[in-house]
């Protein structure tokens, strides 16, 4: 019976091999998934291979806020700070959006280029101090012109549409609120409702004509080409400390409809232009824009 003399070289170069297949089999079996840092929330899909860190965006303006985007095709959300995502606050001006189907489907206002005439009271905004209609009033955020129209809605029939919708928490406060609700209170909405606000608007899902939604569709582009379309509103409420800002719309590309709300302390005016920014950036790291 013959003995077979183990070579300590040939030893140690069968346990080397026997290492290099373990980790080739290892690293053929594990998924190794990069995590959003901050307080972003977990997402349920990477994005170019990576978890977007929507978080850096507003590390990046030095403001603090949140951001939620909901991809209606893949039925994913994206978000940073989901807490505060969840928080009623002002609509500010984001009303505008509810406001002007109000009017229309009232009949306050005929379309989209009635005009109201200016009162005469100069204001800190130059676009304000005109004769607007409801288009113009839309882009530059005129105030009084939709202060107009809500007193011209009234307080009772301001409510029933609001209840009918179930905006935000409902809550006009009394008659003598009618022109100021959505911009010092009572009136609240979490940005997540905001979201659902405006799926219904894209799906024609609201209690007002197809004549009324269309209107306000379109007034609400803000960016359009051959790539993409990108409908939004921007709102700043300074009733509050800190002060609010919104940026809240859907974009429309690759087929597909994104829906996004940011929302972002104001502690001074030059924070105001993050709003969007963070939002473009945000976007376009899932590589749309």
């Known amino acids: 019976m013959f003995r077979i003399r183990r070579s300590p070289l ?11 297949l373990t980790i080739i089999i290892s690293v053929g079996s594990v998924s190794v ?12 899909q990477k994005v170019n291979n990576r978890f977007p860190d929507l978080g850096r965006h507003f590390q990046k303006f030095g403001v603090a806020g949140s ?3 909901y991809d209606s095709k893949n039925k994913l959300t994206y978000e940073h700070n989901p807490q505060r995502n969840a928080t009623a606050m002002t609509p500010a001006s984001t009303f505008k959006i509810f406001n002007a189907l109000t009017a229309l489907e ?13 009162d005469g009271i100069y204001r800190d905004f130059p676009g304000w101090n ?4 409801l288009r113009q009033a839309f882009k530059n955020s ?4 939709y202060q107009v129209l ?14 009918q919708v179930g905006y935000g928490n409902r809550q006009i406060g009394t008659a003598s609120d009618i022109d100021r609700f959505w911009l010092q209170s009572p009136l609240k909405i979490t940005p997540k409702a905001q979201i659902d606000f405006l799926q219904r608007l894209y799906q024609g899902n609201l209690p007002f004509s197809n004549r009324t939604m269309s209107i306000v569709k379109d007034i609400m582009i803000r960016e359009q080409n051959s790539d993409y379309t990108l409908r939004a509103k921007t709102g700043w409420s300074n009733s509050s400390k800190p002060q609010i800002g919104w940026f809240v719309g859907y974009l429309e590309q690759n087929k597909n409809v994104y829906f996004f709300a940011t929302n972002i302390d104001i502690n001074q005016p030059e924070n105001l232009p993050a709003r969007i920014e963070i939002t473009r950036n945000s976007l376009q790291d899932l590589g749309l824009l």
């Not at 005129?142 to 012109?145: D, K, L, P, S």
């Not at 809500?150 to 209840?163: E, F, L, N, V």
Request: proline share 2%.
């Open 67 to 69: 951001i939620i985007i």
């Open 10 to 20: 040939i030893m140690r170069y069968v346990r080397s091999l026997i290492l290099i």
């Open 150 to 163: 809500a007193r011209k809605i009234g307080y009772t029939r301001m409510q029933q549409w609001i209840d």
């Open 106 to 118: 009232t009949g306050v206002i005929t379309d989209d280029v009635a005009v109201l005439t200016w």
């Open 130 to 133: 005109q004769d607007t209609n």
């Open 33 to 44: 998934q990069a995590q959003p840092t901050g307080n972003s929330s977990k997402y349920s």
């Open 142 to 145: 005129t105030v009084w012109f």
